[in-house]
């Protein structure tokens, strides 16, 4: 195979494998996107960026919660929290936003300038609004005596609100990984 010798800048690369399948020569290419430590995330399959997080546990209100820290002007507000079923939050998470506190899986990811959230719920066709397609998969680690919660999503539909009007403008995506510390 082959793969950089060094963590290239924008944290994406290519890794490529040439194998022999039954005497015909087959190359499987992947792309991989690095993450270090922070959220890293992707809008409408757009370039992809990392902003510092951390995550908590708020057992008050029974849930786990990822968000950025808002440590700059230019860094988005992103939140993403799930119940706390067990005392890990490892997991694979669907979305669901229909305001049932104790279950849902929400996303919600607002613009640096808060005009617009991304959120992980839609309003279709019809005017109703629906959970998005897609999953929050979570794993608690352990590194240099350091936890951590690491892990991706991805919104399949993630409805796009406009913050001053408070609807919908359109449909949009958001992918992410993300490794940050833990507070519990």
């Given at each position: 195979y082959t793969a950089p010798t060094a963590t290239p800048q924008n944290k994406t690369t290519?890794?490529?494998?040439?194998?022999?399948?039954?005497?015909?020569?087959?190359?499987?290419?992947?792309?991989?996107?690095?993450?270090?430590?922070?959220i890293l995330i992707s809008l409408d399959g757009g370039a992809w960026k990392t902003y510092p997080g951390m995550a908590t546990k708020v057992p008050e209100l029974g849930v786990f919660s990822l968000g950025s820290l808002r440590i700059a002007a230019d860094v988005p507000q992103i939140v993403l929290m799930w119940p706390a079923l067990s005392t890990k939050a490892d997991g694979i998470y669907h979305w669901s936003m229909q305001g049932n506190e104790?279950?849902?899986?929400?996303?919600?990811?607002?613009t640096p300038n808060l005009s617009r959230v991304y959120t992980?719920?839609?309003?279709d066709q019809n005017h109703n609004w629906?959970?998005?397609?897609?999953?929050?998969?979570?794993?608690?680690?352990?590194?240099?005596?350091?936890?951590y919660l690491t892990g991706m999503f991805a919104?399949?539909?993630?409805?796009?609100i406009d913050s001053q009007m408070g609807e919908q403008t359109r449909i949009g995506?958001?992918?992410?990984?993300?490794k940050v510390l833990r507070n519990w």
């Open positions: 290519t890794i490529t494998l040439e194998l022999n399948v039954k005497g015909k020569q087959v190359l499987l290419i992947s792309t991989l996107h690095i993450i270090e430590e922070g104790i279950s849902d899986v929400v996303l919600e990811y607002a992980a719920e839609y309003m629906r959970s998005s397609g897609g999953f929050l998969a979570v794993e608690e680690i352990t590194e240099k005596d350091k936890k919104v399949d539909q993630a409805g796009v995506s958001v992918a992410g990984t993300f």
